[in-house]
């Protein structure tokens, strides 16, 4: 997974400082795509991305992008793994510590879900962005 890359083709709705929401049309393939952690859906037929826009591109503009599987990598650790082992480590923690196991399971979820807030507002402001990337646009 970590050398496989994914391109994708779809349409242009929205492009401004440097990131572009492309459309992209649901299929079969969809059920079973790892890159599933980065769209969001629109409706039954179609999915929304967001992408760099290293290009400039503007709405309406055939577009195909590319998703490396590294970042598909990166994004599901952070996404589900790191919360995983957070509340594990939370409740074998709060268990251990405050001998109740009810005290446990709420300091492994308030941990994951601190967490998750955390990383909200962080990746929101980081430059750093995992994201797939607007690779060319189609001529017409």
Not at 12 to 28: F, M, P, R, S
Not at 88 to 97: F, K, M, N, W, Y
Request: net charge negative.
């Amino acid at each position: 997974m970590n050398g496989e890359q994914i391109h994708e083709e779809g349409i242009v709705i929205e492009a401004k400082d440097g990131k572009a929401k492309v459309e992209l049309h649901t299929n079969d393939a969809c059920e079973e795509c790892t890159a599933k952690v980065f769209c969001k859906p629109k409706d039954e037929n179609a999915n929304v991305l967001e992408v760099r826009d290293p290009i400039g591109v503007k709405p309406g503009d055939e577009v195909t992008i590319n998703i490396e599987g590294s970042d598909i990598l990166r994004a599901s650790l952070k996404l589900y793994g790191i919360p995983l082992l957070l509340v594990v480590a939370g409740i074998i923690l709060g268990s251990e510590v405050f001998k109740d196991d009810i005290l446990g399971i709420i300091m492994g979820l308030g941990s994951a879900t601190l967490y998750y807030f955390g990383l909200y507002f962080v990746w929101k402001r980081s430059e750093e962005q995992v994201m797939p990337t607007i690779i060319s646009v189609k001529l017409n």
